[in-house]
């Protein structure tokens, strides 16, 4: 291209044809105003381009020699005969200060270049510049219009909650189509903040009665009719305001009217006409929210991009924004495989449904590693079909690690109380029940019945009172913990210990918590206890007068038996003695029963069947019981054996059958079973304190039956309900101590009118190669070996000296150790076998054995005592390989203990 120069003719040529000239330059304005002129109209840069080109021609006529070219944003149009010549003119069409394009006129007479002399005229290159100006001037124009309306959705979701006020109104015309006056249709909320006016009021209001009388209803028509935004100042002496308004037609006779201040209009303006500036108005705004403000568009082909965001996308996504503005590939890239489909799906819903997008996900940072991200966005259609979402998108990392935190910290104090025995609850300040740990089903609720439930419904009736009073203590500041009694499923009472304080959720959600710690089985055990000191006390009292007692039955039992002998059954002194004999028996009787309840009588255990054991009374049990009584026993096979005396078992029998018979005094049925049975160590039933396997023994009737008071109190030592003068009050208490001093618990369940059942426990005995022992054989009685009595109270030495000296033995008498030795040493050889206290002044009867059996290994050895079983223990009796009897005996039983001893049958026990 050259410049526009004009050059002189030079002599000799041919000078130009003014009438040429001429034409051709009004031919050139005329091409290039129309080509202005099409681009005025409401048509696209192309359209108005493809419209005009080709009818520059025939509306023109140009002549042959003038031609033009029109290049812009790299679409070329031109007039046939354009040529590229040495006569030839370009005028830049310049944009923003971008050049875009070219306007080119060019001269040519057939394929003859015209000379120099034909180039342009300073005229016409200065009306050919003026034209590309005035061409680009249009481009502009509708670069501007077009961006505003690609911007107009942008902003109405971006600033959808905008500051500023915003009304739709509804323009109102009169017959011959001049706007009149306006009607609002809609206001956003920051309508009623800037104007004064309640949305309520102004919706359907007239524009003349909320603003006053409008001055600007031209502007508003303008805007409607060139479908082009346009400004004005609104002063409204109503309201006594001033706006800066912006008139943007959104419809048919439809207008979005923006009030504004000044300032911020005059912003808005920029960012419509700058997309620069918005952006930066973006980056402003996405610099006070954690995380990058953005927008993502789905096009209609199902490809996406994220064309808007803020500068912490670089950080936030670890991959430049220019990487993604086109494209959102490299951004999903980075997704967790296992997160990346149900995000894909969220955002199609959201396309679909025009829904609110919302997500959390996994984010593989290239940088920072793993992240968790999470996104919020509004979606809204565009013209072309597609999908554009405004919004944010933040990292939530620290608080998803937070939240994992704390799940494993609650699923950890779940575990910890899920595992309590104790029951850990809540209820509001209401009383309502609003948590409640599984322990609940220790008292036979299930916890989702409970939640939701007032806990006075639970409390003992009595007890209301005194642990409402506690809880408000609790609401006071204090923490000291309380007991009361609760009622279970079963309508019976548990004692409780509650320790409560003060819980607050949430500022406004306050209430109670605490643990409930079940006492119950304490109770029982803490009755046990004083059932146990009960009998221990008078055990202690029994014992210490047993020694003393029993000498003295010994003299007055044996003495009575002796001079028996010397009367007929017949003779009345006879019958006389035989009360004594009687009464004698009874005293014994008397303090074996209170040794053995307070469990301080001497045992003789052996291994036994107990099912042989039952079967070996049976006969008598049923001579016992009466014919009224059905007797049933039942035993289960391949019972475990235990150990135990044989014969205090027969009396835990015996009393039991007897205290059954008493409570069915008009007949009725007595079941006696045995069986196996191992208590599991987390079983609350009291028999098993001491978990294992058992041998039990099961008496049952169908009798009276017990109250809860009485129960409780069954095993009392002189506890009867019987009348006076039948029964002592010692029968179970005497089963009790027999059955606690065997190793073994006894329990008992019972209701009025439904019978009682006492349930033994003796341990499993588990000594290898055990076999029961079998009932002893009698032995004879009597003999006439040397015996060695010694014993310091000289009454029971003498009646026993008396038994022995008229059953055939010769007896030696000594009333010390001492004596005794001296004795034994005189009769080297002579003495078989020595009987001897336990209990004696100077040397002990153990003592004294010792040194028997050191001088001769061979002498039998029989121990006798009235004392109880701990003061034998403690004296070494009761070891092994010794023999023992307890005092009072009568002489019938001596002389077969003797004869035992002497024989070798006695075992251990004695």
Known sequence: MHGATARAVEPGTEPRDPVDEARALRALVRCLGEMTEAFAGDRS?????????????????????????????????????????????????????????????????????????????????ELLHAMANRLGLRATHMRTAARLRRSEQHYRTLFGSMLEAMGIVELLRDESGAVVDYRVVEVNPSFERHT?????????????????????????????????????????????????????????????????????????????????????????????????????????DGSACMPLSTETADDLFGIPRAAIAEDVGPFFANFHPDDLPAVTRSIEQSARDLTAWHA????????????????????????????????????????????????????????????LEHVVFSFDLGGRVTFVSGSVVRYGYDPHEVVGQSWRRFVHPDDLPAITAYLERVVAGHTEPHEFRVIDRDGKVRFTRVASRVAVEEPHDVGITGVLIDLTQQRDVEEQLRQAQKMEAVGRLAGGVAHDFNNLLTVIGSYTELVLRGYAPDDKRH??????????????????????????QILQPEVLDLGEVVSGTEKMLRRVIGEDVQLRVAAEPGLWPTRADRGQIEQVLMNLAVNARDAM??????????????????????????????????????????????????????????????GTGLGLATVYGIVTQSGGHVTVASELGKGTTFTVYLPRHDAPGAVPSVP???????????I???????????????????????????????????????????????????????????????????????????FMSGYSDDVIARGGVLEAGRSFIQKPFTAAALTRKVRTVLDGLADAAG
Request: hydrophobic share 40%; charged share 25%.
């Open 788 to 862: 060695l009595l010694v014993e310091d109270e000289e009454a029971v030495r003498k009646v026993a000296c008396r038994i022995l000296s008229s059953a055939g033995f010769v007896v030696l008498a000594a009333e010390s150790g001492e004596d005794a030795l001296r004795m034994f040493e005189r009769h080297a050889g002579e003495v078989r076998a020595v009987i001897t206290d336990v209990i004696m002044p100077g040397m002990s009867g153990r003592e004294l054995a010792d040194e028997i059996l050191a001088r001769s290994p061979a002498t039998k050895v029989l």
């Open 196 to 300: 004064g006016v309640a949305a309520a009021r102004a919706v359907g209001a007239m524009g003349s009665a909320l603003f006053g009388a409008p001055s600007y209803l031209s502007d508003l028509s303008g805007a409607s009719e060139s479908r082009q935004a346009s400004s004005f100042t609104l002063h409204s002496a109503t309201l006594g305001r001033t706006f800066a308004a912006a008139a943007l037609p959104v419809g048919e006779d439809r207008i979005a009217l923006v009030l504004e201040d000044v300032t911020l209009q005059r912003l808005a303006e920029q960012a419509m006409l700058d997309r620069g500036e918005l952006e930066d108005r973006l980056t402003k705004i996405g610099a006070s929210v954690p995380g990058v403000v953005c927008s993502y568009r789905m096009r209609p």
């Open 575 to 600: 019958a006389d003695l035989s009360q004594i004999r009687a009464a004698t028996d009874r005293a014994a009787t008397l303090v074996r029963q209170l040794l053995a309840f307070s469990r301080k």
């Open 360 to 419: 959390v996900f996994r984010y593989l940072h290239p940088h920072k590693g793993p992240r968790w991200l999470e996104g919020h966005s509004v979606p809204q259609r565009e013209s072309d079909g597609g999908t554009i979402w405004h919004g944010f998108v933040m990292d939530v990392t620290e608080r998803k690690i937070a939240e994992a935190a704390r799940l494993r910290m609650e699923e950890r104090h779940r575990t910890v109380i899920e595992t």
């Open 665 to 726: 005094p008009d007949g009725g049925r007595l079941t006696i079973t045995t069986g196996n049975v191992v208590c599991d160590p987390c079983c609350a039933a009291p028999q098993c304190a001491n978990p294992g396997p058992y041998v039990v023994l099961s008496v049952s009737d169908d009798g009276c039956g017990m109250d809860d008071a009485t129960r409780a109190r069954v095993f009392e030592p002189f506890f009867t309900t019987k009348g006076p003068s039948k």
């Open 45 to 125: 840069q192309s359209q108005a381009l493809s419209w005009f080109v080709p009818r520059v021609p025939a509306a023109h006529r140009f002549p042959d020699e003038v031609a033009a070219r029109i290049t812009l944003d790299g679409e070329v149009f031109e007039s046939p005969g354009f040529r590229r010549t040495i006569c030839m003119h370009a005028a830049p069409v310049v944009v923003g200060g971008e050049i875009v394009g070219a306007v080119e006129v060019s001269r040519v007479r057939g394929d003859v270049e015209l000379p120099p002399e034909a180039f342009f005229l300073p005229e016409e290159v």
């Open 776 to 786: 002893r054989p009698v032995v004879a009685t009597g003999g006439s070996e040397t």
